[in-house]
């Protein structure tokens, strides 16, 4: 992900937040410290950091040069050896530099893409969601868009609109191995979430907001277990912050602190659908080993949600 199309040469103010720290997301300190984000952000599993760091270090060298070992790469992870030969460590920079040539505007894929190609949510097959909002005019009319990669989880957890789905769906759980087992043993798994916002923010600022994605996660269920991984990170693109200049102060606007709050709700909201995009556009996949994680079944969710008094399209979609 590109917070911006130049951030080879200007950044933007950023911040991360850990609901529970049984993860990874390089860069942290430095985004901590020095307020800003100068490089993409990737996403992949837990095997694969060290290489990825690697990878988007020689693809900045190569193709530029400018600059200059400025900032550290930000990586984050979430486990998804169920499914994928993650001792192979096969992400290398053949598919980072792919990954990075070929970024581009316009919709997202979700689901089985990317880094969640591999990943589970309460036991169902998930990966990659996104949502957005767009605050009213006389809230400013900005842009809150919230990206997942999500792995999180245990079945009865599972919570849609207020609906204990969870408790409802109890069955196609994925299969067990002898090397890795998946059944529901009620460990949490993780989640990475991207919040990005045009909002006139500061740091300070970005790390509430950021630490608002932890409200959306809980709406789907999630408690962020001892062993979750749960890392956030928010960037504004409403200011730019030039990786070189002579300038010795910047022109830069923030909002006011009693103008953030609709920013908050907004971003609760996102994380929460985002999260379940992620989950509903998860298809089926066979892993390593014959491994099988099952897609959450949409007739069956349908019918569970009118049952609450809650309805869905006739047909399987994006949720929100």
Same mark, same amino acid.
């Given at each position: 992900m590109f917070p911006r199309k130049d951030i080879w040469?200007?950044?933007?103010?950023?911040?991360?937040?850990?609901?529970n720290g049984d993860g990874e997301m390089t860069g942290t300190h430095w985004i901590r410290d020095l307020e800003t984000l100068n490089y993409p952000i990737m996403l992949?599993?837990?095997?694969?950091?060290?290489?990825?760091?690697?990878?988007?270090?020689?693809?900045?060298?190569?193709?530029?040069?400018?600059?200059?070992?400025?900032?550290?790469?930000?990586?984050?992870?979430?486990?998804?050896?169920?499914?994928?030969?993650?001792?192979?460590?096969?992400?290398?920079?053949?598919?980072v530099a792919a990954a990075l040539d070929s970024a581009h505007d316009g919709p997202v894929e979700e689901g089985n893409v990317g880094g969640g190609t591999g990943m589970l949510c309460?036991?169902?097959?998930?990966?990659?969601?996104? %949502?957005? $909002?767009?605050?009213? *005019?006389?809230? +400013?009319?900005?842009?809150?868009?919230?990206? #997942?990669? =999500?792995?999180?989880?245990?079945?009865?957890?599972?919570?849609?609109?207020?609906?204990?789905?969870?408790?409802?769906?109890?069955?196609?759980?994925?299969?067990? %191995?002898? $090397?890795?087992?998946? *059944?529901?043993? +009620?460990?949490?798994?993780?989640?990475?979430? #991207?919040? =990005?916002t045009d909002a006139p923010v500061s740091s300070v600022q970005l790390e509430r907001i950021a630490?608002?994605?932890?409200?959306?996660?809980?709406?789907?269920?999630?408690?962020?277990?001892?062993?979750?991984?749960d890392l956030f990170i928010a960037f504004s693109t409403a200011n730019v912050i030039p990786l070189r200049g002579s300038e010795k102060?910047?022109?830069i606007r923030f909002l006011t602190t009693d103008h953030v709050e609709p920013i908050f709700r907004a971003t609760v909201e996102a994380t929460e659908e985002?999260?379940?995009n992620a989950l509903t556009m998860g298809k089926t996949m066979e892993g390593i080993s014959g491994h099988v994680a099952y897609q959450l079944p949409y007739d069956r969710l349908a019918t569970i949600m009118a049952k609450y008094g809650r309805p869905l399209a006739s047909e399987p979609r994006r949720l929100f």
């Open positions: 040469s200007n950044g933007v103010f950023a911040a991360t937040h850990a609901l992949t599993n837990t095997g694969s950091v060290g290489g990825v760091m690697d990878a988007v270090a020689q693809y900045t060298t190569a193709k530029h040069p400018e600059h200059q070992w400025d900032y550290l790469p930000v990586v984050a992870e979430t486990f998804d050896g169920a499914l994928n030969d993650i001792l192979g460590r096969h992400v290398h920079y053949p598919e309460f036991r169902f097959k998930c990966g990659i969601g996104t %949502s957005s $909002r767009q605050l009213p *005019a006389n809230e +400013g009319g900005y842009k809150i868009g919230v990206l #997942v990669q =999500a792995n999180f989880g245990s079945r009865e957890q599972l919570t849609i609109d207020g609906v204990p789905v969870g408790r409802e769906l109890t069955d196609q759980l994925p299969t067990a %191995s002898n $090397r890795l087992p998946i *059944a529901d043993d +009620g460990k949490e798994g993780s989640i990475i979430v #991207v919040v =990005a630490r608002r994605a932890g409200l959306g996660l809980a709406r789907t269920g999630s408690t962020s277990g001892n062993s979750s991984g102060e910047l022109n985002a999260i379940l």
